[in-house]
DNA sequence: GACCACAATAC
RNA sequence: UUUGUAUUGUGGUC
């Protein structure tokens, strides 16, 4: 990621130096055109920044290389887990992001050859198909004592000086390793100061708060950090048999015996300990026989099968149901099915229709949901899932129209089955 | 190759 | 007035 523009008055130093910069290039690769990006604690927005971007990119450019870059406070925003609570997300500059995005471009191909296989999430290649893939080997190979563990408010508990200590001896240049500093001591907004700072007429300035512990959630380089830190762990857990996979700070150690999961239980709190006072989450760690299945990255996984979390599932019924409940009912029945069917369609096989404009035979996977479940193998959930939806719509045709619907007039309507799109996902590309 | 869209996961 | 980041998957366009 090297791009030394003529402009750049500091050529000679960045070139010896493997300089980290560049945000001169003028490419900003933000989604879409029309995308709307929430101002930082500049209170600059995507229209704003642009007016004045090439000035933007210079002045960028210019700080970073003379090792001046400061980042604005990070706003803070709570957003839901899927499992219940909330999860404090950190929200950067535009500017911010721009530096953060070089920083990672720059840091990526240095810290990703320290990385395990087993370490699935935030890199390149890899995935929670990976990671499935890699537990049902190790699952199906008869390694089913699991310790089944989750680190502590992992991302909020990271030490600074830990994790600095070992990008020191990473070989980067001085001032990337000053930047990650300075990163992880951003100071940080909450939520409660900014809606405070906002409401006030005139609007007053943000209240920042320090942070000594911690990366923050929402960072374009927190989730490479996390593995950085955890790479050390990753060895130390792989030694001897056990089969470790790890995606962010939720893993899995595979054994062939009780006893080697519960070692494998020791040897993960002692090295958690040992990288800045790290712990296990209590409640959510355990050594558990996983014949039965165990919850991984979105699916429940167990010897000869892989499921829908129950968590994801219940996720994905709440969105059919918002389908049905916000859905604007019609006086003639069987249109306002045929319209239901349309919306649900969306949700159960993507856009099917503009596959089909083109060449359906060619193009099994679709999108959607089950485009991404597509790997779970127990039928009889995915069945289970459309009577499920069946029932629903049946309920709100009988609320609207008083009348019964059969899962006949539901596929009459168009009304598409998971199980369907599913086998049509598995099933390999008919020829071309 | 590039660009875009929509899903899903994790934090 | 505004929910961030990374990755994966599928599809589309030139």
Not at 45 to 61: G, S, T
Not at 183 to 210: G, I, M
């Amino acid at each position: 990621m090297i791009d030394d523009s003529s402009h750049c008055p500091h050529r000679a130093r960045a070139e010896k130096n493997a300089s980290p910069l560049p945000v001169t290039d003028g490419k900003f690769d933000f989604v879409h055109e029309d995308a709307y990006l929430p101002p930082g604690a500049d209170r600059q927005d995507r229209k704003i920044f642009e007016k004045q971007q090439e000035q933007h990119f210079r002045a960028i450019h210019r700080k970073v290389l003379q090792d001046r870059w400061i980042f604005s406070p990070f706003l803070e925003k709570s957003i839901p887990k899927i499992a219940g609570g909330e999860r404090i997300i950190s929200l950067a500059t535009i500017r911010d992001t721009l530096v953060q995005r070089r920083l990672y471009e720059y840091l990526y191909p240095i810290v990703d050859p320290l990385l395990s296989d087993a370490c699935c999430a935030y890199r390149r290649g890899s995935g929670a198909h990976n990671a499935i893939k890699q537990i049902r080997n190790a699952l199906d190979a008869g390694y089913v004592h699991v310790l089944d563990a989750d680190i502590k408010s992992f991302f909020d508990r990271v030490d600074h000086e830990t994790l600095l200590a070992i990008a020191r001896d990473l070989p980067i240049d001085e001032r990337a390793l000053r930047l990650l500093q300075i990163y992880l001591t951003t100071p940080r907004v909450t939520s409660e100061d900014r809606r405070k700072a906002d409401s006030a007429k005139p609007r007053t300035k943000y209240s920042r708060e320090p942070r000594t512990l911690g990366i923050p959630q929402g960072g374009v380089i927190s989730g490479m950090l996390a593995n950085l830190l955890l790479a050390s762990f990753d060895k130390e857990m792989q030694q001897g048999e056990d089969i470790l996979v790890r995606y962010a700070d939720d893993f899995l150690v595979c054994c062939q015996t009780e006893q080697a999961a519960n070692d494998a239980d020791v040897r993960a709190a002692h090295a958690l300990d040992a990288l800045g006072g790290l712990e296990l989450h209590p409640d959510k760690t355990a050594v558990r026989d996983a014949t039965d299945g165990v919850d991984f990255v979105g699916f429940r996984i167990g010897r000869g099968f892989t499921r829908v979390r129950s968590a994801n599932l219940a996720k994905f019924k709440k969105g059919i149901r918002e389908v049905i409940d916000t859905h604007k009912p019609k006086t003639d029945s069987n249109w306002d099915l045929r319209r239901l069917s349309r919306r649900l369609s969306y949700k159960i096989q993507g856009p099917i229709d503009e596959i089909r404009k083109h060449n359906l035979a060619k193009h099994p996977h679709h999108r959607s949901w089950i485009g991404f479940y597509r790997i779970v193998d127990d039928e009889k959930q995915i069945k289970n899932l459309d009577r499920w939806i069946r029932e629903q719509i049946s309920r709100y045709v009988w609320q609207q129209h008083h009348k019964k619907v059969t899962a006949k007039h539901m596929r009459e309507a168009g009304l598409p089955s998971l199980y369907g799109t599913l086998w049509k996902a598995r099933k390999p590309p008919e020829s071309a």
